[in-house]
């Protein structure tokens, strides 16, 4: 997608025409600060809505948000989304873009995001709240095949953050997040205390069974990490399948 691409679509409507917002999140990762301030100046010139409910009742994509930090990234990479994750607004927006952001930087702006978090975010029902989106993105991150390598250290930090927040947990289908997260980050331990797990809600068990089945593979003698053609394809694939 060339710099003048996302222009050509805003322009075909209103509520940004042609444009998608996958349009302008794959626009800002590939041309990084030049989209930023292509980006910036269409939201100048169209004003899009911050919120995805129109005075009118109508539903929208919400892309001045989605506007907001796809420059914050553009213009300062992963740490640029540090302040906006921390906004109940704004949170969740900064987590979807970091999620399809498969470098050690975004894993560390999420993660440490998910440790200064106050208990009021975790205790948290809704699945969109920032805190839960950034835990949903570790998963994806470190959860498949195609995870991000990361210092161990960092993974004994996400152990951390799960065994330290499942328990104050009340809504099972966020403990599941939780478990989920915690497959990205394998070891002997989190697999003793996966099967000694006490639980009877059967979206946890079912979490667990996939979460260990995901462990073992990974800790198996026989485990070797994908090469990056090997995780671009595995992308590619993936992106196709949506």
Known sequence: MNLNTLAIKAAKGPNGGAMQVEDMIRFVLFHGEQAADEIDRLQAHYRWPMDGLLPDGSRVAPLGRWTKVCVAFGRNGAVGLVPL???????SFAAAILEKV???ESVEVLLTFCERENSSG?????PMHPVWKAMGALNLLLGLEDYVSVDASVLDRLRHVVWTRFSHTP???RQATLIYALRG???RAALEWLENLKITDESLIYARKACIKSMKS???LTHRAL???EKRQVRKKRALDV
């Open 85 to 91: 994750l921390s906004d109940e607004e704004d949170g």
């Open 102 to 104: 498969h470098t050690p």
């Open 122 to 126: 975790w205790l948290s029902p809704d």
């Open 171 to 173: 809504i099972p289908a």
């Open 185 to 187: 980050a394998p070891s």
């Open 218 to 220: 990974r800790l198996a």
């Open 227 to 229: 090469n990056m053609e």
